[in-house]
Nanobody
Framework: QVQLVESGGGLVQAGGSLRLSCAASGGTFSNYAMAWFRQAPGKEREFVAAINWSGQGINSSRSVKGRFTISRDNARNTAYLHMNSLKPEDTAIYYC?????????????????WGQGTQVTVSS
């Protein structure tokens, strides 16, 4: 059983940056693909970015491409989401997820384990 704990959220002005972290425990981290999803109030959870088990395969949504970067450190059992040029529409709860086949899927239902989420609020 994998446990995921997100951190790094907060309040930032538009144009600013944040780095989210996802610390994993309870499994072999390097076997899993990792992803970030987000959910804004009144909206469905949506895919943000994913990275495969080795870190060589990355998938990201069109809305964040060029602004957000996903990475992982298998030695530290941690995944990251580096967010630059933040916009008010990026405001959401950001969730970390792990997927046991190791492939960087963009489908919510492919993910086996989820964190509790961290709030990101971007003010205009």
């Amino acid at each position: 059983q994998v446990q995921l704990v997100e951190s790094g959220g907060g309040l930032v002005q538009a144009g600013g940056s944040l780095r989210l972290s996802c610390a994993a425990s309870g499994g072999t981290f390097s076997n899993y693909a990792m992803a970030w999803f987000r959910q804004a109030p009144g909206k469905e959870r949506e895919f943000v970015a994913a990275i495969n088990w080795s870190g060589q395969g990355i998938n990201s949504s069109r809305s964040v491409k060029g602004r957000f970067t996903i990475s992982r450190d298998n030695a530290r059992n941690t995944a990251y989401l580096h967010m630059n040029s933040l916009k008010p529409e990026d405001t959401a709860i950001y969730y970390c997820a792990a997927e046991s086949t190791g492939w960087a899927s963009d489908l919510l239902d492919d993910y086996d384990y989820w964190g509790q989420g961290t709030q990101v609020t971007v003010s205009s």
